[in-house]
């Protein structure tokens, strides 16, 4: 099977069993969003949902959060990993939203880039779950998986992991490939002990055949 073709077998396969995957993050707005990709960061979603009902209660956007100080929003986030950086990040991305971008999370990646702590891979899931963007955010899972199913070759960082699955994806489904490859990186292509005979790809999949 060509590269071209195990893109449109395992994109046939996702549509028929995953057709409408969505972020595990719980969010009501932008903002919060924001926040819980920036708190995700070498933590688990479950962690993350477990802080954010009080966090987003307490501030349900930036202009809640723009004149607290350090002390009043670390307890809210200090079981989650790098606590103290993260907080520091949220202050500063609470000011900047309010004085730079009237309190709007900005709609381009470029934008978001802009807000403290939020790097490309981060600008990225915002811009896709929330805008559509064709773009295709490579956090662990996805660059396991990929590179086990074959999807990637010889890709050494997620940057060119990144490059190759945005060439081989058709735009139509590049906002939904990030979550197909993350949850199934999450529940069934895991680290340690790959679930193999319960995955429907692993026929062709090139870790599984190898």
């Not at 079981?79 to 999370?105: E, Q």
Request: glycine residues 6%; hydrophobic residues 40%; aromatic residues 8%.
């Amino acid at each position: 099977m060509t590269r071209p073709e195990l893109y449109e077998y395992v994109t046939d396969y996702f549509k028929a069993t995953m057709p409408a995957p969505k972020t595990e993050l719980h969010y009501e707005n932008p903002f919060q969003l924001v926040v819980a990709v920036r708190l995700s960061a070498q933590c688990t979603d479950k962690r993350i949902n477990m802080v954010t009902p009080a966090l987003f209660e307490r501030f349900p956007d930036a202009k809640s959060m723009y004149d607290v100080g350090f002390d009043e929003l670390l307890p809210y986030i200090k079981s989650v990993s790098y606590p103290n950086s993260k907080c520091r990040d949220l202050l500063a991305m609470a000011k900047m939203l309010v004085d730079d971008f009237g309190g709007n999370v900005p709609t381009d990646i470029e934008g978001l880039q802009k807000l403290p702590g939020v790097g490309p891979k981060t600008a990225n899931v915002v811009a896709s779950v929330l805008f559509g963007a064709k773009v295709i955010p490579v956090d662990t899972h996805v660059f396991r998986v990929s590179k086990r199913i074959g999807l990637t070759v010889n890709a050494k960082t997620p940057i060119q992991a990144e490059k190759q699955l945005e060439e081989g994806f058709a735009d139509d489904v590049k906002q939904l490939a990030h979550h197909w490859l993350l949850l199934h990186g999450r529940y069934v292509c895991t680290a340690r002990k790959p679930k193999c005979a319960e995955c429907g790809i692993s026929e062709q999949c090139v870790m599984h055949n190898s």
